[in-house]
């Protein structure tokens, strides 16, 4: 009798033993967005914080940039139905991170304003799959059935005590069935990157959709100027309505290239003002024809690029005045050219999560508008084992060398920039390269 | 007795066949065949990890000779990412066998390498875990 307790107890012991530690795992962790936005004269790098628990806080970093002029900015999160939280962020004259916490008490989709700039975020609800109820389902309901089979033993009734015997290990069996086979369960199609984002989607990701291909009609940019903003108006183009769906990718909801006649360039992050509608502000422009050419992700998949121009009415130019190291290997056409930008020090801060950008324009005969190709080829940071995040702008422990390959499709000049940042400032390096037909251009 | 010999003997089956179904498998470094209109490629990658990787290449016609050629071009590329490295060359080590080393291919995933022999070029796919 004392023997059949203990063995109870370790049995019982051993089973919570297998799912206790499971239990942690459960838990989805979503990852940190970062959004860098043109929010008036300051260029700024959002930082949403992973939601660690709902209702809970959102941590926010506000990273300023060479420049930026201090002065007070307030985040506001909201969400339809739901309480809205603020908090103001004072930044200082040093470039550098400046952080806010507001709160969030729901999962679903939520804006977050940062003065007239809004950022949709999808706060993730923590909600067990299937296959993990399945697994400790099992394992408890094992465990319970082996509790009364023990107890039928005890009291002197074996032939009943198969019964529950029986039920341990189906119970058992459907737990390790689930558990073996849920790493190859497809996942279901995410609220926020695939599905427009609901409150009922988000609290319910396991719901199944007959859709398969979530991919939406092309965009239709046109850009136009309101005093210094430059506003985009993006429609789509089957429906024509306000395209309120991008994703962020590669740090921003759009990448704005904008080169003026001078053949200058600015690498913008324009803020979304309203559905479909972006601004960003040109600082002592130019005068004349601008061309300009923007990156999108829409939900759903692909990223798009849209090129148009604008006649803006300035004065001033402001050349791209950054140097570096230059050494280009430039082969013939369609066949991959190398450009190596050396910027002396070890101490590159990662821009829009890549070591480097390099922005190609060309082959220009009457002007950039014109121009054939429009390129924006990446030097990545190489993955770090065991960090699934990014490392933000803190980390300035990159380069001196950042290399880019691109295969030039055309002969002819063409216009490049390399674009890093160093101390919290943009590095524009402009230079032009020249792609012959056939043979290697030399350095 | 008996009965002890054939449970330890189910139970020796019950626990080599689990060992078999679930015993993580690496994939090995296959090589990989590409034919272009006159050449045929051979690629075997040394490891099939992504990191610094380095290849061995047999090149030949049609009919098994070995490749003329003083330099064989690897364009490794990642289409997924948008992405593309510098490409290698290297000369032959013996008439249509080349080894190309130092490969960086810093990322998980699916590969494109472009391998050219003067004007003959294949694609060849590359999986990296």
């Given at each position: 009798m004392k023997r059949s307790g203990a063995i109870l107890?370790?049995?019982?012991?051993?089973?919570?033993?297998?799912?206790?530690?499971?239990?942690?795992?459960?838990?989805?962790?979503?990852?940190?967005?970062?959004?860098?936005?043109?929010?008036?004269?300051?260029?700024?790098?959002?930082?949403?914080?992973?939601?660690?628990?709902?209702?809970?806080?959102?941590?926010?970093?506000?990273v300023t940039h060479a420049g930026s002029p201090p002065g007070e900015i307030t985040l506001t999160a909201r969400a339809a139905g739901a309480a809205t939280s603020s908090a103001k962020v004072v930044l200082g004259d040093k470039a550098g991170f400046y952080s806010g916490v507001v709160r969030v008490d729901r999962g679903g989709p939520w804006e977050l304003a940062v003065d007239e700039a809004t950022i949709p975020f999808v706060v993730p609800a923590l909600v067990p799959s299937p296959w993990e109820n399945a697994t400790y389902g099992g394992f408890i309901a094992a465990g319970v059935l082996l509790f009364v089979a023990l107890?039928?033993?005890?009291?002197?009734?074996?032939?009943?005590?198969?019964?529950?015997?029986?039920?341990?290990?189906?119970?058992?069996?459907?737990?390790?069935?689930?558990?073996?086979?849920?790493?190859?369960?497809?996942?279901?199609?995410?609220?926020?990157?695939?599905?427009?984002?609901t409150f009922d989607n988000v609290n319910d990701p396991y719901q199944r959709t007959s859709t398969v291909d979530f991919s939406r009609p092309p965009v239709n940019l046109v850009p136009s100027m309101r005093g210094e903003d430059l506003v985009l108006s993006l429609t789509d183009g089957s429906s024509g309505r306000p395209?309120?769906?991008?994703?962020?990718?590669?740090?921003?909801?759009?990448?704005?290239?904008?080169?003026?006649?001078?053949?200058?360039?600015?690498?913008?992050?324009p803020i979304r003002t309203a559905p479909g509608e972006y601004r960003a502000r040109l600082q002592a422009p130019e005068q004349g024809t601008h061309a300009i050419a923007a990156e999108i992700a829409r939900?759903?998949?692909?990223?798009?690029?849209?090129?148009?121009?604008?006649?803006?009415?300035?004065?001033?130019?402001?050349?791209?005045?950054?140097?570096?190291?230059?050494?280009?290997?430039?082969?013939?056409?369609?066949?991959?050219?190398?450009?190596?930008?050396?910027?002396?020090?070890?101490?590159?801060?990662?821009?829009?999560?890549?070591?480097?950008?390099?922005?190609?324009?060309?082959?220009?005969?009457?002007?950039?508008?014109?121009?054939?190709?429009?390129?924006?080829?990446?030097?990545?940071?190489?993955?770090?084992?065991?960090?699934?995040?990014?490392?933000?702008?803190s980390v300035a422990a990159y380069g001196p060398k950042v290399p880019f390959t691109y295969s030039f499709p055309l002969p002819g000049k063409y216009l490049v920039w390399i674009q890093v940042e160093r101390d919290y400032s943009v590095v524009t390096v402009p230079t032009v390269v020249e792609v012959p037909v056939k043979g290697v251009a030399g350095k | 007795m008996k009965r002890y010999v054939l449970g330890a003997l189910a139970g020796v089956i019950a626990i080599t066949g689990a060992l078999v179904v679930l015993w993580p498998r690496t994939v090995e470094a296959q090589p990989h065949l590409a034919e272009s209109a006159q050449l045929r490629f051979v690629l075997t990658p040394a490891s099939t990890k992504s990191g610094v990787n380095a290849f061995d290449l047999r090149i030949t016609d049609r009919e098994g000779n070995p490749a003329p050629g003083d330099e064989v071009v690897?364009?490794?590329?990642?289409?997924?990412?948008?992405?593309?490295?510098?490409?290698?060359?290297?000369?032959?080590?013996?008439?249509?066998?080349?080894?190309?080393?130092?490969?960086?291919?810093?990322?998980?995933?699916?590969?494109?390498?472009?391998?050219?022999?003067?004007?003959?070029?294949?694609?060849?796919?590359?999986?990296?875990?």
């Open positions: 107890l370790l049995v019982l012991g051993a089973i919570l033993g297998i799912v206790a530690p499971a239990l942690a795992d459960g838990a989805q962790a979503g990852a940190d967005i970062h959004v860098a936005q043109t929010l008036g004269d300051r260029d700024l790098t959002v930082i949403i914080r992973r939601v660690a628990e709902v209702p809970g806080p959102v941590h926010v970093d506000v107890l039928f033993a005890v009291s002197g009734r074996p032939g009943l005590a198969l019964v529950p015997t029986a039920g341990v290990v189906a119970a058992v069996a459907v737990a390790a069935t689930a558990a073996l086979l849920s790493p190859s369960i497809p996942p279901v199609a995410a609220p926020g990157t695939q599905l427009d984002p395209v309120d769906d991008l994703l962020v990718h590669d740090s921003a909801f759009i990448h704005l290239v904008v080169v003026s006649p001078a053949g200058n360039l600015r690498h913008l992050h939900r759903g998949g692909g990223v798009q690029l849209l090129r148009s121009s604008v006649d803006v009415s300035g004065v001033a130019a402001k050349p791209n005045d950054g140097t570096a190291g230059l050494v280009k290997e430039i082969r013939e056409v369609g066949r991959p050219s190398t450009i190596t930008a050396d910027l002396g020090k070890r101490d590159l801060q990662p821009w829009l999560g890549m070591l480097g950008h390099m922005i190609v324009v060309g082959p220009v005969t009457d002007g950039p508008v014109n121009a054939p190709i429009w390129a924006h080829v990446h030097s990545m940071i190489p993955p770090t084992p065991g960090l699934p995040d990014q490392p933000d702008e | 690897v364009e490794p590329a990642m289409p997924q990412m948008g992405h593309a490295i510098a490409p290698l060359t290297a000369g032959p080590l013996e008439p249509g066998h080349y080894r190309v080393g130092d490969v960086g291919l810093f990322m998980a995933g699916q590969w494109e390498i472009t391998v050219s022999l003067s004007a003959e070029r294949v694609v060849i796919p590359l999986l990296l875990t």
